[in-house]
């Protein structure tokens, strides 16, 4: 065993937690989303989800790198390992609430801080039961994710007396926490599920989950598909599933706010999946080369564009439908409006792409991403709001077309 080092307290957090998938895309969310809080503050029932969806995805980074702990064997061989990381992901859940908490300030709402207590409970317990029992990883996040995001839309405001309820249960769980069954023991199925969840990046969505209808869209995105895998097609699937939910719902309760914010999370963080699978393959060119249908390798990136165009045109159709079919129940259709966010996440999906292309150095590739995705759904939500004239449509259209031809260009550097 080796003995204990002197260590800065952030040493190692780049290799820990940006470079594998698995933790980066959701700790790559939290930071975004818990960012993003300041801007929502005038937005009372958008802020209420973006402090349930920041402090869920960053204890859930969290629950990501205790399987990654119970799949190795570093905690045992090398000393203070686990503390190490474990005090990392403790800071980070630290500086969320510290910036949630700020904005709950600004926007003066007390109720507010019944969702961020019931958002560290249920982060808690995503953290606890995975650290434990790697294989819930997947049910556990999506039922948690499922049910704050309902509570957040039918209570317009959570009771403040959950306030002091939610504080007592997370310090009983944190008091009690070694009752549970041994934290961090090695087990031979950590180890499978952290490898099933390294090569999906740790994806949401079952590995079967509707896998015999999506056979046409990886045809139709081939070679992106080749790329991706089968789970591309899935992505597009929730993505249309949860537009036609959301629809249906908005008949009921005004949730237009709530749909379009949720609706960007989900696309770029589908987009940031996809290229980090993406990445992974990037070195196995040869498989495509030898296909008839390509006679170099040229023709190969270029139809690797192609394939990142229809996906973005595929986005702009489903973004433009789902909002028209959002607002005609409670306003006039905002054509502009509408637009201008069709295109801004056509243009998010086309620049991330092109950042893909261009960057091999995953760390650097970690840090340009996680760049991208504020600003395309900073981008997205802002034309939703703002673009209500023809001037605000054409810079939009020109900068769609921009990110277009950046694609095209930076694919031959792949």
């Not at 204990?4 to 937690?17: D, H, I, N």
């Not at 594998?20 to 960012?35: E, M, R």
């Not at 007592?168 to 599920?193: E, Q």
């Given at each position: 065993?080796?003995?204990?080092?002197?260590?800065?307290?952030?040493?190692?957090?780049?290799?820990?937690?940006?470079?594998?998938?698995?933790?980066?895309?959701?700790?790559?969310?939290?930071?975004?989303?818990?960012?993003?809080?300041?801007?929502?503050?005038?937005?009372?029932?958008?802020?209420?989800?973006?402090?349930?969806?920041?402090?869920?995805?960053?204890?859930?980074?969290?629950?990501?790198?205790?399987?990654?702990?119970?799949?190795?064997?570093?905690?045992s061989l090398v000393v203070g390992y686990r503390k190490h990381v474990m005090f990392q992901g403790k800071v980070f859940i630290v500086f969320s609430n510290l910036i949630t908490l700020l904005s709950i300030i600004i926007a003066d709402n007390i109720n507010l801080l019944a969702t961020l207590t019931l958002a560290n409970l249920v982060g808690i317990l995503i953290w606890f039961l995975n650290r434990s029992f790697s294989h819930l990883f997947i049910s556990v996040c999506n039922f948690s994710f499922f049910t704050t995001t309902?509570?957040?839309?039918?209570?317009?405001?959570?009771?403040?007396?959950?306030?002091?309820?939610?504080?007592?249960?997370?310090?009983?769980?944190?008091?009690?926490?070694?009752?549970?069954?041994?934290?961090?023991?090695?087990?031979?199925?950590?180890?499978?599920?952290?490898?099933?969840?390294?090569?999906?990046?740790?994806?949401?969505?079952?590995?079967?989950?509707?896998?015999?209808?999506?056979?046409?869209?990886?045809?139709?995105?081939?070679?992106?598909?080749?790329?991706?895998?089968?789970?591309?097609?899935?992505?597009?699937?929730?993505?249309?599933?949860?537009?036609?939910?959301?629809?249906?719902?908005?008949?009921?309760?005004?949730?237009?706010?709530?749909?379009?914010?949720?609706?960007?999370?989900?696309?770029?963080?589908?987009?940031?999946?996809?290229?980090?699978?993406?990445?992974?393959?990037?070195?196995?060119?040869?498989?495509?080369?030898?296909?008839?249908?390509?006679?170099?390798?040229?023709?190969?990136?270029?139809?690797?564009?192609?394939?990142?165009?229809?996906?973005?045109?595929?986005?702009?159709?489903?973004?433009?439908?789902?909002?028209?079919?959002?607002?005609?129940?409670?306003?006039?259709?905002?054509?502009?409006?509408?637009?201008?966010?069709?295109?801004?996440?056509?243009?998010?999906?086309?620049?991330?792409?092109?950042?893909?292309?261009?960057?091999?150095?995953?760390?650097?590739?970690?840090?340009?991403?996680?760049?991208?995705?504020?600003?395309?759904?900073?981008?997205?939500?802002?034309?939703?709001?703002?673009?209500?004239?023809?001037?605000?449509?054409?810079?939009?259209?020109?900068?769609?077309?921009?990110?277009?031809?950046?694609?095209?260009?930076?694919?031959?550097?792949?």
């Open positions: 065993m080796m003995q204990a080092s002197k260590r800065t307290w952030y040493q190692g957090v780049v290799s820990f937690w940006l470079k594998d998938v698995g933790c980066a895309i959701y700790l790559i969310a939290a930071i975004i989303t818990t960012l993003l809080c300041f801007i929502a503050t005038g937005s009372e029932d958008l802020l209420e989800l973006m402090i349930m969806f920041s402090i869920i995805c960053m204890y859930t980074a969290i629950a990501w790198q205790s399987i990654r702990l119970q799949a190795t064997e570093w905690q309902l509570v957040c839309v039918l209570i317009e405001q959570l009771p403040v007396w959950l306030i002091p309820v939610n504080v007592v249960a997370f310090i009983v769980i944190v008091l009690f926490h070694k009752r549970f069954t041994p934290a961090y023991k090695w087990r031979p199925d950590s180890l499978v599920n952290y490898r099933n969840g390294l090569q999906s990046g740790w994806s949401p969505v079952p590995s079967g989950f509707l896998s015999n209808y999506g056979s046409s869209i990886n045809k139709g995105l081939f070679p992106l598909s080749y790329f991706v895998g089968a789970s591309l097609s899935q992505y597009l699937i929730l993505i249309a599933l949860f537009c036609a939910v959301a629809v249906t719902a908005n008949l009921f309760i005004n949730i237009i706010e709530h749909v379009i914010f949720v609706l960007t999370l989900l696309l770029f963080t589908i987009v940031t999946l996809c290229l980090w699978s993406k990445i992974q393959k990037q070195n196995s060119w040869e498989l495509l080369f030898t296909l008839p249908i390509y006679n170099s390798s040229q023709s190969v990136k270029l139809a690797l564009s192609h394939s990142a165009l229809k996906l973005a045109g595929m986005v702009a159709i489903a973004c433009f439908i789902t909002v028209v079919a959002l607002v005609i129940p409670h306003q006039e259709l905002l054509i502009f409006n509408t637009l201008g966010y069709a295109l801004g996440c056509a243009a998010g999906v086309l620049f991330s792409f092109a950042i893909s292309n261009v960057c091999k150095n995953i760390n650097l590739l970690s840090v340009f991403l996680c760049l991208s995705f504020g600003l395309n759904m900073g981008l997205a939500n802002y034309m939703f709001e703002n673009a209500d004239n023809l001037f605000m449509l054409v810079l939009i259209s020109a900068y769609t077309v921009m990110m277009a031809g950046l694609n095209r260009f930076t694919v031959r550097y792949m």
